[in-house]
RNA sequence: UGCCCCGUGGUGUAAAGGUAGCACAGGGGAUUUUGGAUCCCUUAGUCAAGGUUCGAAUCCUUGCGGGGUAGCCA
């Protein structure tokens, strides 16, 4: 060997230096520039060595719950897989693993749907059940049971879980294990005919109980229930577990490249294990073989945020948050009602890339995302959120102005609209201090400010009530600073306003993180103990008449200096409009107070 | 305690043996009729130790650290 080819590592074939950039079927520019990581490497490299089997990928939630972020996450790299392939023949199914009738109802059937819809993805005539397949899976069970692969094991839940051993130890084999195939076949059908109660009676897969691995030892493939099921009703009392089923579903489907989170990686032996033994059954249904392969990638975890389905549930059984589509979610219903747009949840998916490190995600990352998109496609107006009264003393009482700012003052091809201007306007509460402190440019008693869009302003008496709070802004303008600046000195300050005469009444929900620590599954008393108290407060002020007018629900706006706001979905009404805060302006002024 | 997986700035992620880059967050400045946006600059990283190599984040060994895993849930 020592003298053997000058070569050094010269990659053969589909080794040498593939583009890595430009594989992709699409020709969308987007998804050229998207980052590859290493699931799409296999998916190119599998299509290059063999470009007649075209990636088919899938998302297969159970419907026992509502979707949420970490769910887009896995969307957006099924669906997206799919997209970037789609000249090669590639698509993504929408499968419902519904295997265990206990847990699922047709209202998580018809949310999931909702929602991946929402989300910007659209899996065509590829709508799936698993529970539509019941009848092969059952056929596949007969056919371990011939092979010698499959028992009936007619030991207790205790006693199975009591024999299977522990993570150092091996496991005992069930007394069961040897019974005549014919024994087991008559029994999984007198199983399936309803003769059995619940637990008397499992289909078990005959591995080996000493297996390292504790999923391979003789694992469960089916179990009695005696359920009514959402999609097949009461023909079944007979429901494969999700080691068995999943495998099969993937191979009935056609797909190539299963993709789940991590904690399956210790099941990928026995996903293998069914899918190898169970072949022949595929085979005959498909008329042709069918070999998925799972490959595993780390969840999404977020900062101050709760994610499994279990907690989730939990905060809307207990009342905490007003149902799986509250504001204050992280599931896509409530991120829809809080106003974040689909294309931003979808850039989120795309920044956090996909790879094995089992990672935690700052929502910062998340939040700059959906500012980034509000900012550029959100039209601005004026509304008051906590209001202060202001009396102009140096403008006419029956005198309204119409001034025509553009809707985004940053965008020159950006219409305008007409904004009314009076002697008696709100200002909010937080432009004024009594007593400022030092760097605040705001309004204070005898201090001036820009009101946006129209005149500087100067506060010169302050009314209180008893309490010294202070309930009325005696001020006047400089009539010569509409639309320039004052001679000989600086405004720096400038403030939103809204006037009086034609301000239309708003109900503003400001939404803020649920939790008050990055970590609320660690906190001490648990999650529930770091609820933020201040994660809704609901105030009412006032818009502008232009914005009243063309608000329906699901709009979205930046109210200037407040932040972005959303129709509530359900709850708004033009004569009764109620604004949901998506986020704040990143603001440099609060971040230095604090 | 067995088995499996994973360790790159504060966080997330690139670099396929050859200049450690990007984004978010942080800091500074310019600009500004949103304390926004925009633009410029900037702080900060290969878990550790050995080995292979002209050259290692990358390959090998050992150690350390983290995650997953003992449902008739998925």
Redesign the pocket.
């Known amino acids: 060997m020592a003298d053997a080819a000058p070569t050094?590592?010269s990659?053969p074939g589909p080794?040498s230096?593939?583009n890595?950039e430009g594989q992709a079927a699409g020709s969308d520019p987007q998804a050229a520039a998207a980052?590859?990581?290493?699931i799409r490497?296999i998916v190119?490299?599998d299509l290059r060595r063999d470009p007649a089997t075209p990636p088919v990928t899938r998302f297969?939630?159970?419907p026992?719950g509502y979707l949420h972020i970490g769910h887009a996450k896995s969307i957006c790299l099924n669906f997206g897989v799919a997209e970037e392939h789609r000249n090669a023949g590639a698509r993504c199914h929408l499968r419902f693993?519904?295997?265990?009738p206990?847990?699922e109802s047709p209202e998580y059937v018809r949310s999931i749907q909702d929602d991946v819809r929402w989300l910007g993805f659209d899996w065509g005539e590829h709508l799936y059940f698993?529970s539509d397949y019941f009848d092969t899976f059952f056929d596949c069970g007969e056919h371990l049971i011939g092979q010698g692969l499959a028992f009936v094991?007619?030991?207790?839940?205790?006693?199975?879980?009591d024999s299977?051993?522990?993570?150092?130890r091996p496991g005992a084999p069930s007394p069961w294990r040897d019974r005549p195939a014919e024994e087991s076949i008559d029994l999984f059908r007198r199983m399936r005919s309803g003769e059995f109660a619940?637990?008397?009676?499992?289909l078990r897969a005959r591995i080996s109980m000493e297996h390292?691995?504790?999923?391979m030892r003789d694992?469960?493939l089916y179990?009695?229930?005696h359920a009514s099921h959402h999609h097949t009703g009461d023909r079944w009392c007979v429901?494969?577990?999700?080691?068995f089923?999943?495998p099969l579903e993937d191979a009935l489907e056609g797909i190539t490249h299963s993709l789940c989170t991590?904690?399956?990686?210790?099941?990928?032996p026995l996903y293998d294990w069914v899918v190898e033994h169970c072949a022949p059954v595929i085979e005959r249904v498909l008329g042709r073989p069918s070999r998925p392969r799972q490959i595993?990638f780390?969840r999404l975890?977020l900062?101050s945020t709760v994610m499994s389905k279990r907690k989730l549930l939990a905060l809307v059984e207990k009342g905490l948050v007003q149902g799986w589509d509250d504001p204050r979610m992280p599931t896509l219903s409530g991120l829809r009602r809080r106003g974040y747009p689909p294309e931003a949840i979808r850039r989120f998916c795309q920044?956090?890339?996909?790879?094995?490190?089992?990672?935690?995600?700052?929502v910062?990352?998340l939040?700059?995302?959906v500012?980034?998109e509000l900012?550029?496609h959100s039209r601005?107006h004026l509304g008051v959120v906590r209001p202060l009264k202001v009396v102009i003393g140096n403008w006419p009482e029956d005198r309204i102005d119409t001034l025509t700012?553009a809707h985004?003052?940053?965008d020159v091809t950006s219409v305008e609209r007409a904004l009314p201007f009076g002697r008696e306007l709100w200002i909010d509460r937080d432009?004024f201090m009594l007593e400022?402190p030092k760097?605040?440019?705001?309004l204070s008693p005898g201090t001036e400010v820009?009101?946006?869009?129209?005149?500087?302003m100067r506060c010169d008496e302050v009314v209180t009530d008893a309490a010294g709070e202070p309930v009325e802004l005696r001020c006047s303008v400089d009539h010569d600073?509409?639309?320039?600046?004052p001679e000989g000195r600086k405004?720096?300050?400038?403030?939103?306003w809204v006037a009086a005469a034609s301000a239309v009444a708003c109900e503003f929900r400001l939404y803020d993180r649920l939790f008050t620590v990055d970590d609320p599954d660690a906190a001490e008393g648990g999650y529930e103990a770091v609820i933020n108290p201040r994660s809704l407060d609901i105030c009412h002020g006032w818009i502008e008449p232009a914005l009243a007018g063309v608000l329906e629900a699901e709009t979205r706006v930046?109210?200037?200096?407040?932040g972005f706001f959303v129709a509530d979905r359900h709850d708004h009404a033009a004569e009764r409009p109620v604004l949901n805060r998506i986020i704040g302006?990143?603001?440099?002024?609060?971040?230095?107070q604090a």
């Open positions: 050094h590592k990659k080794h230096k593939p890595r980052p590859v990581d290493f490497e190119r490299a297969p939630p159970e026992n693993d519904d295997t265990n206990t847990r698993a094991d007619s030991q207790s839940a205790d006693q199975i879980r299977r051993g522990t993570l150092t619940d637990g008397t009676h499992v390292s691995n504790l999923n694992p469960v179990r009695i229930v429901y494969p577990m999700y080691d089923a999943h991590l904690e399956f990686e210790d099941h990928r595993e780390a975890n900062t920044a956090i890339g996909i790879t094995k490190f089992p990672g935690t995600t700052e910062g990352v939040e700059h995302q500012r980034d900012n550029r601005r700012p985004n003052p940053d432009d400022p760097g605040f440019f705001r820009r009101l946006r869009y129209s005149y500087v600073t509409l639309g320039r600046n405004v720096k300050g400038v403030i939103h930046q109210l200037e200096r407040a302006l990143r603001d440099s002024w609060a971040r230095r």
